[in-house]
């Protein structure tokens, strides 16, 4: 079992950035691929950026390149997201989470893929 928790959300304004972690309970936790999904109100819960078990491969959604960057600290056993450039569309509950040893793009971009989940935290975006 791995357990995932992510912290960093809150309120800002647009243009602004925050910076999310997902600490992750396994000591495996090298050998998993981390994504971050998020959800806003009345809508599905879609792919938002992954990152392989090395840290060596990573895979944006189109809506957030260039603006959030994806990283990890295996001895940390964290995944941080930076999100840049806020936009009041970015408004959602953020989740990580973690699959082991696949990074397949079908894979790392359907909540379905994933084996693990953490609880989220909610990220709102002023306008």
């Known amino acids: 079992q791995v357990q995932l928790v992510e912290s960093g959300g809150g309120l800002v304004q647009a243009g602004g950035s925050l910076r999310l972690s997902c600490v992750a309970s396994?000591?495996?936790?090298?050998?998993?691929?981390v994504a971050w999904f998020r959800q806003a109100p009345g809508k599905e819960r879609e792919f938002v950026v992954g990152i392989s078990w090395s840290g060596v491969s990573t895979h944006y959604a189109d809506s957030v390149k260039g603006r959030f960057t994806i990283s990890r600290d295996n001895v940390k056993r964290t995944v941080y997201l930076q999100m840049n450039s806020l936009k009041p569309e970015d408004t959602a509950v953020y989740y990580c989470?973690?699959?082991?040893?696949?990074?397949?793009?079908?894979?790392?971009?359907?909540?379905?893929?994933?084996?693990?989940w953490g609880k989220g935290t909610l990220v709102t975006v002023s306008s």
């Open positions: 396994a000591r495996t936790f090298s050998t998993y691929t």
């Open positions: 989470a973690a699959v082991r040893f696949t990074f397949t793009i079908a894979t790392i971009t359907s909540p379905g893929g994933m084996e693990y």
